[in-house]
């Protein structure tokens, strides 16, 4: 089942920060996060297994709260380069990595 | 390391032909899998291949979609024949099958007129 990001898009000034989350119905065993500029292919971001374990490169971290199938991903001091889609992608069991992806949080980032 | 090479890059047909999408993903890696991404959505599976064993194609239009991975190394997507609909993005992406995340091909954009 496919996971649901929240919000569909957002328009951020160089500077502020954002918060992309991702839910599931589903229970959850790892999330990964890709960014996809417009005519790209995505790229891995990170990756976050059971456990509740909280990662970060640089100003991008991320969250995974597996009793509630939820991850968010937070965008710190927001820079023009951190445009693009975000999308989360979902895993039921370990060892599985065969991803279901969200519908994806379009990210705009503005002078 | 080399990335995950997708040929051709653009292919423009007309609906009820046929057409093939082209994979080599990167060396080592045996896990490789096909995305069907339509413009504003989410990237959607349509097949994963362990080696050269199919591990999951319940998403796979089998009527008209086949897909094959040779020696577990290059694989090819077929259409045919296509439809409308079937304009989108095909995404190859493979992965080590360790902890870690999916390395995408720049994918083919597939229009059918």
């Known amino acids: 089942q496919q996971p649901v990001q929240s919000p569909q898009a957002v328009i951020l000034r160089e500077g502020e920060d954002a918060v992309i989350n991702c839910s599931s119905s589903?229970?959850?065993?790892?999330v990964h996060w890709y960014r996809q500029k417009h005519g790209e292919a995505p790229v891995f971001l990170m990756i976050?297994?059971?456990?509740?374990e909280q990662k970060g490169h640089e100003k991008i971290s991320a969250s995974f709260n597996e009793k509630k199938q939820q991850s968010s991903l937070y965008l710190t001091a927001s820079q023009l380069s951190y445009s693009g889609t975000y999308f989360c992608?979902?895993?039921?069991?370990?060892?599985?990595?065969?991803?279901?992806f969200g519908k994806g949080t379009k990210l705009s980032v503005i002078p | 390391e080399a990335g995950v090479a997708q040929s051709p890059r653009y292919k423009i047909i007309e609906k009820r032909q046929s057409v093939a999408f082209w994979c080599n993903p990167i060396?080592?890696?045996?896990?490789l899998y096909w995305y069907q991404q339509i413009l504003g959505q989410g990237p959607k599976l349509l097949i994963q291949?362990?080696?050269?064993?199919?591990?999951?194609d319940s998403q796979l239009p089998k009527d008209r979609f086949s897909a094959e991975r040779l020696k577990g190394v290059d694989s090819t997507l077929k259409i045919q024949p296509a439809k409308l609909e079937d304009s989108a993005v095909y995404l190859c992406?493979?992965?080590?099958?360790?902890?870690?995340?999916?390395?995408f091909g720049s994918g083919t954009r597939l229009t059918v007129v």
């Open positions: 992608g979902t895993a039921p069991g370990a060892g599985s990595y065969q991803l279901t």
């Open positions: 589903k229970a959850l065993y790892s």
């Open positions: 976050l297994l059971k456990g509740g």
């Open positions: 060396s080592g890696h045996a896990t």
């Open positions: 291949f362990q080696n050269n064993g199919v591990v999951d």
């Open positions: 992406a493979s992965h080590r099958g360790t902890r870690g995340g999916y390395t």
